[in-house]
């Protein structure tokens, strides 16, 4: 992404907002049509939990809509509004964690169903098996580490930005990302493997 | 090792990792509908709900309130003093005769005799009345009682809240105060004003030469014509240490008339 580009992006962000701030509800909802799906994906990765997920996702945006007036077009509108889905996910740990926030949808997922001899997987079997295989180690990841690679597959935000929005050095992002980035790629490798070896069979 | 893994992290952020693409696949979790049309609804609720913000009629209510009430406050302040200059212009109104005994209020005619049986200052006022067939009665009463009445409730006023609070204290220090001055103000209009009916009908007097009457008058003093008829007068009824008196007095105010010429010219 260019520098201009993103400038542009920024503007028109920035612009919406500050246009829903002054009473545009139409603006709002072009804000919001665009960055509900990859906030509300962070907290479900985040959380494994879709109530609590939905939660907190519709906290963010009550927060988005009570600061209206005193958003200031100097950050991104994305960093600004991961920003307050960061804290409000670090508040969330804060708190003592009842049985049921610990409960998550990805433990209901079979650990890995290409582990059983016995199921013979299709290619689109297979291909399903890798994503949940994914959701599995990325919930298995560390919160920051999972966090990082969240904001930046799903907000698309750059290793600067990251760091901005976690209140990080970009040192420590990087570092995160590195580790979150190997274990991934680390299980899917596993995965592969296993199945080349069950195809071998 | 680490340079495998910075090689791993340059090729995820260039996008050329497979972990990216099969996270991109997993991409099809949704927001409830029901979840987005609350916050759409709460987004252009806060937007409508500005004019209510904005609203705040309470706080404005209030301060409209409070300026009727400082108007209001204002314009009895106002009538309060106007009522004040009232009581101001009753009191000055009634000045003239303030200054008068109850005793001469209820009988002016025996008071303006006394007077006439009395020396100096006092004659003059008794000669001036009787000279000018002054009925006291007619002058005095009507405004006297009255202002009797208002110096008496003023001084009961005083007096009653002397007795109170500190703060009453002050106030009937100022009502005394006012009866004082109206007192002393109103002795002195009452002397001009019988000084200057004096002059007036003493010069009435000269000019009708009727100097017999004139030297009756308690001003004739200032004026050297009636003043010589009086010296006269006494020379005439051989009243020698009065008319002595008289010269003595005479010359001491008009040191360069001679009496004795004066008195041949008269």
């Known amino acids: 992404m260019s520098l201009l580009s993103f400038q542009k992006t920024v503007d028109k962000d920035g612009q919406l907002m500050q246009a829903y701030a002054k009473g545009d509800s139409s603006a709002f909802e072009e804000l919001y049509r665009k960055h509900k799906d990859p906030l509300y994906r962070f907290f479900l990765r985040q959380c494994g939990n879709q109530a609590l997920a939905e939660e907190l996702y519709q906290e963010v945006w009550l927060r988005v809509i009570k600061a209206r007036e005193n958003y200031e077009l100097k950050a991104k509108f994305t960093t600004w509004l991961y920003r307050i889905a960061h804290n409000i996910l670090v508040d969330h740990f804060r708190k003592p964690q009842t049985e049921t926030d610990e409960e998550t949808d990805a433990e209901n997922i079979p650990d890995n169903a290409a582990n059983d001899p016995e199921v013979i997987l299709s290619g689109q079997e297979k291909i399903e098996c890798f994503r949940v295989q994914l959701r599995v180690q990325l919930k298995k990841l560390p919160k920051e580490q999972s966090e990082v690679f969240l904001l930046k597959e799903e907000a698309g935000l750059s290793l600067e930005e990251i760091a901005l929005t976690v209140g990080e050095s970009k040192e420590t992002v990087k570092s995160r990302l590195r580790y979150a980035v190997k274990k991934l790629r680390q299980s899917l490798r596993n995965e592969n493997t296993k199945e080349n070896v069950m195809g071998d069979l | ?266």
């Open chain 2, 1 to 266: 090792m680490k340079d495998s893994d910075d090689k791993i992290l340059q090729d995820y952020l260039k996008g050329n990792d497979e972990v990216s693409a099969t996270y991109q696949s997993l991409q099809d979790e949704k927001s409830s509908v029901a979840l987005d049309e609350f916050i759409l609804r709460a987004a252009r609720d806060a937007v409508t709900d500005k004019p209510i913000k904005q609203k705040r009629i309470p706080a404005q209510a209030y301060s409209v309130a409070a300026s009727i009430c400082v108007a209001v406050l204002a314009g009895a302040l106002f009538l309060n003093n106007e009522s004040e200059l009232t009581r101001n212009e009753i009191e000055a109104f009634t000045i003239p005769v303030l200054d008068m005994p109850v005793s001469e209020m209820l009988s002016a005619d025996d008071a303006v005799a006394a007077l006439q049986s009395d020396t100096d200052a006092n004659i003059n006022t008794g000669a001036v009345a009787e000279a000018l067939d002054l009925n006291a009665n007619r002058i005095a009463l009507p405004a006297p009682q009255f202002q009797i009445e208002v110096a008496e409730s003023l001084e009961e006023t005083a007096t009653g809240a002397a007795f109170s609070t500190n703060d009453n204290m002050v106030e009937a220090e100022t009502a005394m105060r006012r009866v004082e001055e109206v007192i002393v103000t109103a002795e002195v209009r009452e002397t001009e004003e019988l000084e200057a009916r004096s002059s007036e009908e003493l010069l009435e007097l000269v000019e009708t030469a009727d100097l017999s009457q004139a030297i009756q008058f308690p001003g004739y003093r200032q004026n050297t014509n009636t003043w010589l008829a009086e010296i006269q007068r006494l020379t005439q009824a051989g009243n020698a240490m009065e008319l002595a008196e008289e010269r003595r007095l005479f010359a001491q105010n008009y040191p360069n008339i001679d009496i004795d010429s004066a008195l041949i010219e008269l």
